[in-house]
């Protein structure tokens, strides 16, 4: 008997101390914040009261913010996306499924003007003293990037080779094919310093894609196990991942894929 009141009491205790860690709600009627207000949209129950009461207050909030905000407010675009959102459903949570599709549509339409221009629309500057060196902060001094030469020629193709590469990874973002023996892999680069992406399949499949800091870069690879590596800002990142649909492998974050 002691022993099941003793389960039991352990159950209750991290029960409680799991809802402790979540966020707590219980002033969200007087908030006027609209991100918070939107997390609350996003994780409460479809049942909540609290929504026929804050979903409207939001969305007016979120239009006073678009319509008094500064031309060049970078803010205005996600509150157009959220308000468009919530006018078409409880929240502005989505599925990873349309998280994707998402991506692809905003690659698409990148590779598309890319391929009307004929040209690259990522502006890229070559090597220099800043992206050349990586600064290690624990030996305080600089560290010759050794990949520099190796990025420089990755970035540097032919016009031709460029509108060859855009064609086949916007064939690749239109092909809905389960059966098609390829996808396409984007890789986002939230360092500040250029990356190279090697991925190593089986035998000797393997890959390599320059990515600018700040930027993206995507390339189209035969589905497969492959083993992902990089240096990014003098950190090692390593990680294994299948391929058997298109992903985006975000790098230089706090919490990278």
């Known amino acids: 008997m002691k022993k099941i009141l003793l389960l039991l009491g352990s159950i209750l205790f991290f029960s409680l101390s799991a809802q402790k860690k979540g966020k707590d709600y219980s002033e969200i009627m007087k908030s006027n914040n609209i991100y918070e207000i939107n997390a609350f949209l996003r994780d409460a129950h479809p049942d909540d009261p609290r929504r026929s009461v804050l979903k409207p207050r939001v969305m007016e909030m979120m239009k006073e913010y678009i319509k008094n905000a500064h031309p060049e407010d970078q803010k205005v675009k996600d509150m157009q996306e959220m308000l468009a959102l919530l006018r078409r459903r409880p929240s502005t949570k989505i599925t990873f499924d349309e998280m994707n599709a998402i991506i692809k549509q905003k690659q698409i339409a990148k590779y598309k003007a890319e391929l009307a221009a004929k040209k690259s629309t990522t502006v890229y500057t070559p090597s220099n003293a800043q992206n050349t060196f990586v600064v290690n902060t624990s030996a305080n001094a600089a560290i010759p990037n050794a990949e520099a030469e190796e990025f420089n020629m990755l970035m540097t193709v032919s016009p031709v080779e460029h509108q060859n590469r855009t064609v086949k990874i916007l064939n690749s973002l239109f092909d809905n094919d389960p059966n098609s023996k390829e996808c396409i892999v984007m890789i986002q680069n939230k360092s500040d310093?250029?990356?190279?992406?090697?991925?190593?399949?089986?035998?000797?499949?393997?890959?390599?894609?320059?990515?600018?800091?700040?930027?993206?870069?995507?390339?189209?690879?035969?589905?497969?196990?492959?083993?992902?590596?990089?240096?990014?800002?003098?950190?090692?990142?390593?990680?294994?991942k299948t391929i058997q649909r298109p992903i985006m492998v975000a790098l230089g974050s706090t919490s990278p894929d």
């Open 193 to 240: 310093c250029n990356i190279i992406v090697r991925m190593e399949g089986v035998g000797t499949t393997k890959y390599r894609l320059a990515v600018p800091a700040h930027s993206d870069n995507s390339i189209v690879i035969d589905k497969g196990q492959y083993l992902f590596t990089s240096l990014v800002c003098g950190a090692q990142y390593a990680s294994q």
